[in-house]
């Protein structure tokens, strides 16, 4: 029997639920013809805060519940749509969903970063839709690439601006010579950055987006916990200049790599070369390239937050579901981890390393260094040696490895920090050849 | 009853299609794992010259038939794969392989430009699956972007570098100031333009793929015939040298844009500004940047073209088909060409330009050029007086207009040629901002 409309049920009146909700009502018309029947939204789970909002007094009365098991019993829901965000109890509500014959479309990176092997398994057992295309980068088309567009590739590599915040902040430090709290803090009050900006500026945010890409681009499972992890705080002013000079921009990289059965992932600022594409992605723009043996390079580019941007996934993804609903085709993806596969340990990746170092103003400083790197078998690809500071009596030493291991890269630092002549080990930050 | 395998039949034994076969054999397990079930190539309709060729060679013979009543009745095919290119036959067999109840994937860019909105009607009423990815940006996933990732948002325009020939080219011309005869002669000795290249350099190809993608974004049926066309021989190397002085790159463009209900399509040579993420796009690589309400700017990029980048795609589609079909989900997509929009008569746009004028070197000229276009009222935006000839007694003049009418425009070309003081209309490109 062909169904006369499919019903949604939404979960979340935020932001994006709320942007989702317009959406649905806006381009009603066009949608139920790519969809080949009429979408309708039929309950809307709130807080009691969001009866009070001017989208509330939109929208029928009998269209919002506060109450769970209310929305959960409603009549007519085939879609599920979760817009709430965080962990849990997401989570839960998504198992509900699906476990109760429903298909499941969500936005939140949170849930499929931590629980998406699970969720997955799910949705094949139960045979039901399961999409979170607005878990990654807005509205840029990553999530369908990786489970359909790009399967007939084996990826080597993904290397992702996936965080429009810290993209924001490093493009200002780039252009204006700014130093980080000075960037951070205009991105904040544009807007840009939150109050507190530790899921962006750490690389939280990205470690997420990473686990869900890389899971499904190496069909294996790599959680959250599995990937290095470093901010950008310590990225400073001096390093953009010096980076400039070498031939390269700073970024920062969500990476992953897949090398025989090993899996690479890590989230940390690297040196890219400035001619690169990626070195021209600016502002809070994402970019994301994918390396394919038969794609070759792919490079996605465009807004990866924001409602507007979100709410072109989420709905995209009502759609897909209602078609598979309307046509009986349960579960279209398939994903079944691959155990063989396993996270090689951060110490044994092996890249080259820019390091700027704070040393006495005095000859035999760069022999000294030289030799703890030739000791350890690293070496040495260029070195500049920067403006003394007279007052201090102090210099800057800057740099750059040929391809070296990070173990020997670790304890070359820790010896380099201990010379007498050296004041500080200002920074350290990988390089990519992209 | 779920099927336990799921068969190929392929045509065509070229360079995609023999990169298609080896695909299938090479990744037959992991294919099987996304599918759901062993994707077998059952038949292969080749030409006899295919014969004699190493793959034929590979494969067991009786999977080689040169005649096409014996593959299309060959047993348990469930998809046809056509690899031939050109309007015919290739169109007469994918109407077949849809009207058996066979799902249908090409490469072939021409059919599709030519017959896509016949062969998708024949999938939606046949309910078989229709696919060619493939057919547009090679690996690049911009079909089924178009299709279904998309479909929340209305198009607003589509700017894209969609042919790799072309875009090596003008790279080549860009970067080493040398002219198109001598650029096209080494784009074919490295193989990269072919012996014969209108194809590419005329835009018929970029004309192609536009259609494609404009009869999808903007659910309209947008005909080759439909779109303005211009190609990239009358560029010069001094055109390079003005478009960078005033701040923009050239490139061949498809453009589609969607006004109201009113649709632009036209491929021609622009100015673009140099800081665009489109102007990076250089070499054989294509890039496509997509504007849509909701998702805002999106640009895709990658290799245009080649086997292994085709491979991608069409192998992508035979998994999607085969999925949907393990499933009984028929067609998916859903295409309903809208018959009140109209595409826009070329005279009808409204754009800048950017005029290169051979003149007498005497005063008074950029007088009577402004008089003219003033006239019209078309306003000079910027204005450069160059190199005068001694020899000739000549000099050139660059001219910027503001936005105007095509119409204006060409009628102040056509009077500005009858001017006394002018040798010649050195060149005339539109200018597009991104």
Chains 1, 2 share one sequence.
């Not at 010579?177 to 951070?184: E, K, Q, S």
């Not at 294996?220 to 921009?249: H, K, N, Q, W």
């Not at 390239?289 to 490079?299: A, M, P, Q, S």
């Not at 507007?308 to 579901?321: E, M």
Request: proline share 4%; aromatic share 6%; hydrophobic share 45%.
């Amino acid at each position: 029997m062909q169904k006369r409309s499919i019903g949604i049920g939404l979960m979340g009146m935020g932001i994006v639920g709320g942007q989702v909700a317009r959406v649905l009502r806006e381009k009603a018309d066009i949608l139920a013809e790519h969809a080949g029947c009429p979408l309708v939204l039929r309950k809307i789970k709130a807080l009691p805060v969001d009866l009070k909002r001017p989208l509330a007094r939109e929208l029928p009365a009998d269209l919002l519940t506060t109450d769970e098991e209310a929305f959960f019993n409603a009549p007519d829901i085939d879609i599920i749509v979760e817009a709430i965000g965080g962990e849990n109890p997401a989570r839960g509500y998504l198992k509900r969903a699906m476990t109760s014959g429903r298909a499941a479309v969500t936005s939140n990176k949170e849930v499929i970063a931590k629980h998406g092997a699970e969720l997955r398994a799910l949705a094949q057992q139960k045979q039901v839709g399961l999409r979170y295309e607005a878990s990654v980068g807005g509205g840029i088309p990553l999530i369908s690439s990786f489970t359909y567009d790009l399967v007939a590739n084996r990826i080597g590599g993904i290397y992702a601006i996936i965080n429009g915040t810290t993209n924001y902040i490093l493009t200002r430090m780039a252009k204006e010579g700014i130093d980080f709290p000075v960037a951070l803090r205009s991105a904040q009050e544009l807007g840009y950055a939150e109050a507190n900006p530790e899921n962006d500026i750490e690389g939280i945010d990205a470690n997420y987006k990473l686990a869900i890409m890389a899971s499904l681009a190496f069909q294996t499972e790599v959680r959250p916990e599995d990937i290095y992890r470093e901010g950008i705080s310590r990225v400073g002013s001096r390093d953009f200049r010096y980076a400039r000079e070498l031939g390269y921009a700073i970024k920062l990289l969500a990476i992953g790599k897949q090398i025989n059965d090993t899996i690479e992932a890590r989230v940390h600022p690297v040196l890219i070369p400035e001619d690169s594409l990626l070195a021209k992605v600016d502002g809070v723009y994402n970019g994301i390239l994918v390396e394919g043996d038969l794609v070759g390079n792919v490079l996605f580019y465009g807004q990866g937050a924001g409602p507007l941007a979100t709410s072109s996934a989420v709905v995209a993804d009502i759609v897909a579901s209602a078609q598979d609903i309307l046509r009986g085709a349960g579960c279209r993806f398939r994903w079944q981890p691959d155990p063989g596969k396993k996270i090689r340990p951060m110490e044994e990746i092996e890249t080259q390393y820019y390091l700027r170092l704070n040393c006495a103003d005095r000859p035999g400083v760069l022999a000294q260094v030289s030799k703890i790197l030739g000791d350890l078998a690293i070496s040495i690809a260029s070195a500049i040696q920067k403006e003394a500071d007279a007052k201090s009596q102090t210099a800057e030493i800057v740099l750059m490895t040929h391809p070296s291991p990070e173990k020997a890269m670790q304890r070359a630092l820790k010896q380099i920090a201990q010379l007498e002549v050296i004041k500080e080990i200002s920074n350290f930050i990988r390089v990519e050849h992209l």
